[in-house]
């Protein structure tokens, strides 16, 4: 099981310091790796450099490129309070999180955490930007609307939120789901959700379009990682005040030359310093009721050669945060 942090940076056994970047263009000039070691104070342990790569995926053309990053070598790992200590963030981040209408503990010493009551109280939260205006459920009155036989009210949601994006911004430091998923359950009601169908990173945001399809069975949040482009706020003289957070769009080539897909992500709000708190190439995990919005087709000429008509299909997924518990920096 994986237990580290994906690194940046590293040293070797004379203490210099190494880069990521660095390392892969020594890879590219085919000089030798160093041995590397961690470079958190007093931790020391042995990490190894993973270069560059690309992964296949099942039934897509367009393989996910996978940076190149440092992580743990096989069976080791970082010591406690070490900066890259993944299962020590774990612990802190579960350990704040008392609330067993959120996060119950179960017999096995795993967690649950309790997908519905989010899905439920973003639900009940108003358009983007009005989240002050939303008034907490009463705590009285009828049930009969409320499956769950609980709602959270609006600080115990705002902080559900940030308990949620603390644990997704962790998962997207790692290189994979192993160390929540060993850890913490996913429950929407009856049912158990894996880690994969929940956390979409660059590369799946076309299964995130097709799970947000007409045909889906269940509507839940969804979690997507992706990477600041652009802030794009409301033209002078607009009547809208919304601001937009746009990210690195993926590009799927499809079995057609002439014809591409694209698909888009951004996060709307009213509040554009909040939002320009995330500066572009963030990492940024976005949690909430993403919207499946415009399918958009173009056809025009390719750029270097006229003779060729091109189809470039964009397909826009959206998410218009109730509250700022739904975005997360990743460290
Ligand atoms: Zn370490």
Same mark, same amino acid.
């Given at each position: 099981?994986?237990?580290?942090?994906?690194?940046?940076?590293?040293?070797?056994?004379?203490?210099?310091?190494? =880069?990521?970047?660095?390392?892969?263009?020594?890879?590219?000039?085919?000089?030798?790796?160093?041995?590397?070691? /961690?470079?958190?104070?007093? /931790?020391?342990?042995?990490?190894?450099?993973?270069? !560059?790569?690309?992964?296949?995926?099942?039934?897509?053309?367009?393989?996910?490129?996978?940076?190149?990053?440092?992580?743990?070598?096989?069976?080791?790992?970082?010591?406690?309070?070490?900066?890259?200590?993944?299962?020590?963030?774990?612990?802190?981040?579960?350990?704040?999180?008392?609330?067993?209408?959120?996060?119950?503990?179960?017999?096995?010493?795993?967690?649950?955490?309790?997908?519905?009551?989010?899905?439920?109280?973003? #639900?009940?939260?108003?358009?983007?930007?009005?989240?002050?205006?939303?008034?907490?459920?009463?705590?009285?009155?009828?049930?009969?609307?409320?499956?769950?036989?609980?709602?959270?009210? !609006?600080?115990?949601?705002?902080?559900?939120? !940030? @308990?949620?994006?603390?644990?997704?911004?962790?998962?997207?430091?790692?290189?994979?789901?192993?160390?929540?998923?060993?850890?913490?359950?996913?429950?929407?009601? #009856? !049912?158990?959700?894996?880690?994969?169908?929940?956390?979409?990173?660059?590369?799946?945001?076309?299964?995130?379009?097709? #799970?947000?399809?007409?045909?889906?069975?269940?509507?839940?949040?969804?979690?997507?990682?992706? =990477?600041?482009?652009?802030?794009?706020?409301?033209?002078?003289?607009?009547?809208?005040?919304?601001?937009?957070?746009?990210?690195?769009?993926?590009?799927?080539?499809?079995?057609?030359?002439?014809?591409?897909?694209?698909?888009?992500?951004?996060?709307?709000?009213?509040?554009?310093?909040?939002?320009?708190?995330?500066?572009?190439?963030?990492?940024?995990?976005?949690?909430?009721?993403?919207?499946?919005?415009?399918?958009?087709? @173009?056809?025009?000429?390719?750029?270097?050669?006229?003779?060729?008509?091109?189809?470039?299909?964009?397909? #826009?997924?959206?998410?218009?945060?109730?509250?700022?518990?739904?975005?997360?920096?990743?460290?």
């Amino acid at each position: 099981m994986s237990k580290g942090i994906k690194m940046l940076s590293a040293v070797d056994a004379h203490g210099t310091p190494h =880069t990521v970047d660095g390392l892969q263009r020594r890879y590219d000039n085919e000089l030798a790796i160093p041995g590397l070691f /961690c470079d958190s104070p007093n /931790c020391g342990r042995a990490v190894r450099f993973v270069k !560059r790569h690309t992964k296949n995926r099942k039934d897509r053309i367009e393989p996910i490129q996978v940076p190149a990053y440092i992580g743990l070598i096989r069976d080791s790992e970082h010591v406690l309070g070490c900066r890259y200590d993944a299962p020590g963030r774990l612990k802190l981040i579960l350990a704040a999180a008392s609330d067993p209408n959120f996060m119950h503990a179960l017999d096995d010493g795993k967690r649950e955490l309790r997908l519905l009551i989010l899905h439920q109280g973003l #639900k009940g939260r108003g358009a983007s930007g009005n989240a002050t205006a939303t008034t907490p459920p009463p705590t009285t009155g009828s049930t009969a609307s409320r499956p769950t036989g609980f709602q959270a009210t !609006r600080e115990q949601l705002d902080s559900y939120l !940030r @308990t949620t994006t603390d644990l997704l911004a962790l998962r997207a430091a790692c290189d994979d789901d192993a160390l929540l998923a060993a850890q913490l359950t996913l429950r929407l009601g #009856k !049912r158990t959700v894996a880690w994969n169908e929940f956390f979409y990173e660059f590369g799946r945001y076309d299964e995130v379009w097709e #799970k947000l399809g007409p045909d889906a069975p269940q509507e839940m949040p969804l979690a997507l990682l992706g =990477t600041v482009k652009s802030h794009q706020p409301p033209p002078a003289g607009a009547t809208y005040t919304t601001t937009y957070l746009n990210c690195e769009s993926q590009y799927n080539r499809t079995d057609d030359p002439n014809r591409q897909e694209y698909f888009e992500l951004s996060v709307s709000h009213t509040d554009a310093n909040w939002l320009r708190r995330f500066a572009v190439g963030t990492r940024l995990i976005m949690f909430g009721l993403w919207r499946r919005g415009k399918r958009s087709e @173009t056809t025009k000429p390719h750029a270097r050669d006229a003779t060729r008509m091109m189809t470039y299909v964009t397909h #826009k997924l959206s998410l218009a945060p109730v509250s700022k518990g739904q975005l997360a920096a990743v460290s």
